[in-house]
């Protein structure tokens, strides 16, 4: 049964968030979400909280919540490679719970480069933003998390992560993804097979190859096909001469991303040659172009405007409650096939990878 409010309990010794938490079974942020009128709590859950803070007599300082705060309702949006149509896809999503929710964001371009991302940060500290999204720079320090925490500004890190340790997180599940790309060209019979893009090393890298390695390995395939190159359009496209002129050609190149298999089929184009039928070509996020290109392109979707979207919700969550848990959401990869892997015309289909 539930105990009435103890009368005898001292005047300053108020109710706080966390026992309204316990007695209504959620998270100290989900009741600073419902004190806050946030449409991020479903009706039954603001309704419990709501019961559950009558019950306990908890009443709102809104004034000591609000100098406590001193909120600027505005955010940061990190990104490493804007001119990327997936991280417009994202930053988009971004936008779309950070405006519902009264929040400004600034989004800066990093361009891979660890000493302007550190400008950025110190500027948006300036401006007192309310917390930070970040896609790491490749080569970024662990040190620059634990710096952001003696500022005391909440930050979620987005599609990669310098440490994943206590530290929140969105993205998609790149190796089951490549991995999924790598069984799907192996049953249309390829068993020489590239992996092709990407000259940094971060975790979202690591990540893809770790895939095409351990699913090559899998089948009993040669995994030692790995050609580095820019994630650029150009790149992809003047790749296509030292695949097609090795000793033992692969007959199969699985894209880092779209970018990198859009280029390398104009690049097979140029050549008299078409992707599907002298070499099969996969990409990987699924930008709206791999559909209209033509061959229509095989690739993974990665959902980039629902990975912006959960990182925003992340974010408004450690803002509301900076010393909850930190929290991981991997979203399912999902594989499109088309028809530039050389897959009959009637198989196109979607499958989705948990």
Excluded: K
């Excluded at 720079?137 to 952001?148: I, P, V």
């Excluded at 880092?256 to 104009?266: E, P, R």
């Excluded at 039928?277 to 061959?295: H, K, N, Q, Y």
């Amino acid at each position: 049964m539930t105990q009435p409010p103890d009368s005898s309990r001292p005047g300053n010794d108020r109710i706080t968030l966390t026992e309204v938490a316990g007695h209504a079974g959620v998270s100290r942020s989900t009741v600073s979400l419902v004190l806050r009128g946030s449409p991020l709590v479903a009706a039954e859950t603001r309704e419990r909280v709501q019961a559950a803070m009558a019950a306990l007599g908890y009443i709102y300082n809104r004034g000591a919540a609000t100098l406590r705060a001193a909120r600027t309702q505005t955010v940061g949006l990190l990104v490493c490679e804007l001119n990327n149509p997936f991280y417009a896809e994202l930053t988009a999503g971004m936008d779309d719970v950070l405006d519902a929710e009264g929040f400004v964001a600034f989004i800066a371009n990093t361009a891979e480069q660890p000493e302007r991302q550190e400008r950025f940060l110190q500027r948006m500290r300036e401006h007192n933003v309310d917390g930070v999204i970040l896609c790491p720079a490749a080569g970024t320090q662990g040190e620059l998390l634990d710096r952001l925490d003696r500022w005391r500004l909440p930050c979620v890190q987005a599609l990669r992560f310098v440490s994943d340790r206590g530290r929140d997180y969105a993205g998609v599940d790149y190796q089951a993804g490549v991995e999924t790309v790598v069984d799907h060209l192996v049953s249309l019979g390829h068993s020489r097979i590239a992996f092709v893009g990407g000259t940094l090393d971060h975790s979202a890298y690591a990540a893809r190859h770790a895939g095409f390695t351990a699913a090559m390995r899998r089948h009993g395939l040669a995994d030692d096909l790995v050609l580095r190159c820019p994630l650029t359009r150009r790149s992809g496209a003047e790749v296509a001469d030292d695949l097609l002129h090795r000793p033992q050609a692969p007959t199969a190149a699985l894209c880092y991303n779209d970018v990198v298999a859009l280029g390398l089929m104009l690049g097979l184009e140029a050549r008299g040659l078409r992707a599907g039928r002298d070499l099969a070509v996969t990409g990987f996020d699924d930008v709206p172009e791999a559909a209209l290109s033509r061959p229509a392109l095989t690739t993974v979707a990665t959902s980039a405007r629902q990975i912006g979207q959960e990182a925003a919700r992340l974010l408004l969550r450690r803002i509301a409650d900076p010393q909850g848990p930190p929290e991981r959401i991997i979203l399912p990869s999902r594989l499109v096939v088309r028809q530039s892997c050389g897959a009959p015309i009637h198989s196109t289909h979607h499958r989705d990878l948990s």
